[in-house]
């Protein structure tokens, strides 16, 4: 699991997937996010925009991210 500290209220959710090396691109992260492969707290999220807070866990391609404040 990887661990994104928050240094702002929130991170947005294509932010977090660059962040952790999910994807190599703000234009990879808007497909997978699109195409429904990603989940935030268990549930399938489509906003490349969606706000993350301390506690919102995301999983993608069977691995997961924690956002920590």
Do not use: P, W
Not at 6 to 13: A, G, N, P, T, V
Not at 43 to 56: A, I, N, P, S, V
């Amino acid at each position: 699991m990887e661990i994104i500290t928050l240094r702002d209220e929130f991170i947005k959710l294509g932010q977090a997937l660059k962040a952790a090396n999910f994807v190599e691109s703000g234009v990879m992260a808007k497909e997978v996010i699109q195409a429904g492969e990603v989940l935030v707290n268990g549930e399938t999220d489509t906003r490349r925009g969606r706000k993350l807070y301390e506690g919102d866990i995301v999983s993608f391609g069977g691995e997961e991210i924690k956002i920590v404040k």
